[in-house]
């Protein structure tokens, strides 16, 4: 049986509700019944921001991927947590002073190719999931009018929302008008996530009254990277909208264990 995703920028929480094997992935369908929050893959589940991971995360039943992007040097929105590609791949530099070819001949510890932001939306939306795209810098204008072009053609705004620690990143991309959610390490202000969709805040940095304070301006709450029980169990407790971790399966397990499949007949 088909199960239409919600809102991933809601406000209530998650059960777990079983698909028809042939229909694809299991995903989590929302309920106010559920304390566990809604689950957003952090990077997917596998070798970081690679189309195997995130095909691995909504397989096992996340319903939404959370994955960074930076910008070519010839404009194109491509997948890289840090500025260099050092770290996660064959090759060295910065992805700014890389064309989009350059790029793309490089290969992950996995071996496949890093992906484009266009490639990495079209598999979310295929499975039919959702995507939470953190900006690692500010576009400039011809950044943003790529940006633009896919969201368009891939119809992306209701279903991937874009974040960032910049919130003149995330002013960049206002025009897009996809839902925009601001990021801090620290406690941030009701004031300063003014403007915004939603708030992303590091998990132990909130509190019950933090998280009542957000929600009652009206932003939902996501939590990262929290990666444990304990710490999970808390943050339903304060009543957070979604946590984003890097642990899929093991929260999909403490998930269902708190909120039990409804018998059907």
């Known amino acids: ?48 921001n690679t189309l195997a991971a995130f095909a691995s995360a909504l397989d096992a039943g996340s319903e939404q991927v959370e994955f960074d992007v930076h910008f070519t040097s010839d404009h194109q929105p491509v997948l890289m947590h840090d500025a260099t ?16 070819a350059e790029f793309r001949a490089l290969r992950t510890a996995n071996g496949e190719r890093p992906p484009t932001l266009a490639a990495a939306l079209r598999l979310v939306r295929d499975r039919g999931g959702r995507a939470m795209v953190e900006l690692k810098e500010v576009p400039d204008a011809e950044d943003v009018r790529e940006l633009r ?20 990143a995330l002013r960049a991309v206002g025009s897009i008008g996809a839902a925009r959610g601001l990021l801090s390490s620290s ?16 998990y132990d940095r909130l509190t019950t009254a933090l998280v009542q304070e957000y929600r009652a301006a ?25 946590v ?22």
């Open 244 to 265: 984003v971790t890097d642990r899929t399966p093991a929260y999909l397990d403490w998930a269902r264990s708190v909120c039990p499949v409804p018998v059907t007949d």
């Open 149 to 168: 072009e896919i969201y368009t053609l891939l119809n992306a705004r209701r279903w991937a929302s874009m974040t960032s620690f910049i919130p003149a």
């Open 218 to 242: 009206g932003f939902p709450v996501y939590a990262f990277t929290p990666n444990d029980e304990v710490a999970w169990r808390r943050l339903a407790d304060y009543g957070v909208s979604g």
């Open 1 to 48: 049986m088909a199960v239409s995703l919600p809102n991933a920028l809601g406000t209530s929480l998650l059960v777990i509700t079983m698909l028809d094997p042939s229909a694809g992935p299991t995903h989590l369908a929302i309920s106010s019944s559920c304390p566990a929050p809604r689950l957003a893959s952090h990077r997917g589940y596998g070798t970081e």
């Open 187 to 202: 406690a941030l202000s009701v004031s300063a996530a003014k403007g915004f969709s939603f708030v992303s805040v590091r």
């Open 85 to 100: 590609v050092d770290r996660t791949t064959t090759g060295t530099g910065r992805v700014a002073d890389m064309t989009l």
